[in-house]
């Protein structure tokens, strides 16, 4: 029933729950072996963490910190799919979704590496049958916050451009194409949603 889908920096997996209560002064902790997302009333399968309290948020701020941005997570989501390599029940079927499926991410996305998620989708849309009609927009740059630039103006009316560039280091270092990316977004989704 549902006509249009549109994913901003898409994971191709379910991932596992987490809490954000400052436990032990953590800003972020996994949840107790929990799934993100239920279907009537049952938890889905999902991709473990690679890291349990306190190591968890104390691995996502060290690459923060090796990386210069706020939030950092890539290599955690790597270091998981390692240590568990994705089951097909884990797995999103995106196949199922009979409408239109725009995935957008950044190859730059500090928090998990969505491009390759998407290309993942992509690749799965292949070798099964599917109604879906599945675009992907993928940029260079954009970091986690692949938002139309319209949208990010409307949540922050007053210095979207500057919380990016503080929140990652890609924008800092690509402020100019980020924002063309946002732009292009913008216009993009325009498109489709006036198709739609």
Not at 170 to 180: F, G, S, T, V
Request: charged letters at 30%; aromatic letters at 10%.
């Amino acid at each position: 029933d549902i006509s249009l889908t549109i994913a901003m920096t898409p994971p191709d997996f379910v991932i596992e729950g987490y809490y954000r209560d400052k436990a032990d002064g953590a800003l972020e902790r996994p949840g107790d072996q929990e799934s993100s997302v239920s279907w009537k009333g049952c938890p889905l399968p999902y991709l473990p963490y690679a890291y349990r309290h306190p190591a968890y948020w104390q691995k996502i701020k060290e690459e923060a910190k090796a990386g210069d941005n706020i939030l950092a997570a890539r290599n955690m989501f790597n270091e998981s799919e390692r240590l568990h390599p994705l089951a097909e029940e884990e797995k999103i079927k995106i196949e199922r979704i009979n409408g239109k499926v725009v995935c957008i991410g950044a190859e730059d996305d500090a928090l998990w590496d969505t491009c390759k998620y998407i290309r993942r989708m992509q690749q799965r849309l292949k070798s099964l049958p599917h109604t879906c009609d599945f675009e992907a927009l993928m940029y260079e740059h954009g970091t986690h916050f692949v938002f139309p630039e319209s949208m990010l103006k409307l949540m922050l009316p007053i210095g979207s451009g500057l919380l990016v560039r503080f929140m990652f280091k890609a924008a800092r270092e690509y402020p100019e194409e980020c924002r063309e990316t946002r732009l292009d977004i913008d216009r993009r989704l325009m498109s489709i949603l006036s198709r739609w």
